[in-house]
């Protein structure tokens, strides 16, 4: 008798109202994976645009979306090769998917959760985890003393990034939305962040005070970014792997994201030759295909040996439209979870 599971599918991308939550039957398992009976489910902002077609490794056709979880091992493959063993709590990714009661893994996707931390907290590692220390440790290649601006530093990514940048030895500056936001952050141990307003150059002049900017993490985009690039020292780096300017509501409003896309910023090699800085970007996604790399950041993620992190909200599994509505609206803090009872 084949085991079931529930999970969260779309027909085809387009709209988030096409996600509906279905009954499947689980298949055989692989001889190379593992099988994780999911507790807790990372939301991301890549499910919402890969929801509504806008993001470019959106499969075609019929999918479940979803990159990260947490679990428990209940099965390995006949070939598997791992020190997991059935009954450890794990967290892992996936290339789409996770939004499932069960999943299939390779075993080099997963890790063991800290005896400490919950399953939602194990689900709110991974993916922004990855997101940040790529940011940060391979492209922004950031030292001990270096100044580091990171935007929508109260969001799963910046606030991880803004821990991780205090473990390196760094000094961040975060930005936020709003004073609530600067406030929660001042509780995790930041002094310093700006609640971004209508003159942010001017802002971030003043509060860098005429120290040297070596990096800016970006996930907004329009200008704040150019505005963030251009206060960048001479070597310093953007670093770009977001567009939050451009989150849809249930599906995409095509006419604003061609105003949007048409107003978005253009950097000039040559001026960026002169000026002495860079600009990097990347799509957390590709990394599925580079294995050793993919392997090398989880592990060097979890050497930081960093606090579990903030989980803002939890929502049962059967509520992922309500828990994607609290993600698009901007309003959220940490992380946002849906937990399977």
Known sequence: MSEARKVWRTQKAGAISNLKLVDESVGPLSGEHIRIAVKSVGLNFADIFALTGLYSATPQGSFI????????????????????????????????????TVVDVPPQHCRKIPEH????????????????????????????????????????????????????????????????????????????????????????????????????????GGKIQKQSFAALAPTGRLIVFGAAEFTPGNKPNWLKAAWLYLKRPRYDVMDMISSNKSVLAFNLIWLWQEQALFEELLDGCAALDLPAP????????????????????????GKVVLNVT
Not at 92 to 100: Q, S
Not at 118 to 141: D, I, N, R, V
Not at 146 to 155: D, E, K, N, P
């Open 65 to 100: 979306p979803g990159l990260e979880f947490a679990g428990v091992v209940t099965a390995l493959g006949d070939s598997t090769q791992t020190d997991l063993q059935v009954g450890d709590r794990v967290y892992g990714c996936t290339r789409f998917g996770g939004y499932a």
């Open 117 to 220: 931390w919950s399953f939602a907290e194990g689900a709110a590692f991974p993916a922004q985890s990855l997101t940040a220390y790529y940011a940060l440790a391979t492209l922004a290649a950031i030292k001990p003393g270096q100044v580091v601006l990171i935007q929508s530093a109260a969001g799963g990514v910046g606030l991880q990034a803004m821990r991780m940048a205090a473990q390196m030895g760094a000094i961040p500056i975060g930005t936020v939305s709003s004073d609530s936001k600067r406030a929660f952050l001042a509780g995790q141990g930041f002094a310093e962040v700006i609640v971004r307003g209508d003159d942010f150059a001017e802002q971030l002049h003043t509060q860098l005070n005429g120290r040297p900017l070596q990096a800016v993490l970006d996930g907004i």
């Open 310 to 333: 903030f989980v803002g909200r939890e929502f049962p599994f059967a509520q992922a439209h309500e828990a994607l509505a609290l993600l698009r609206s901007g309003t959220s803090v």
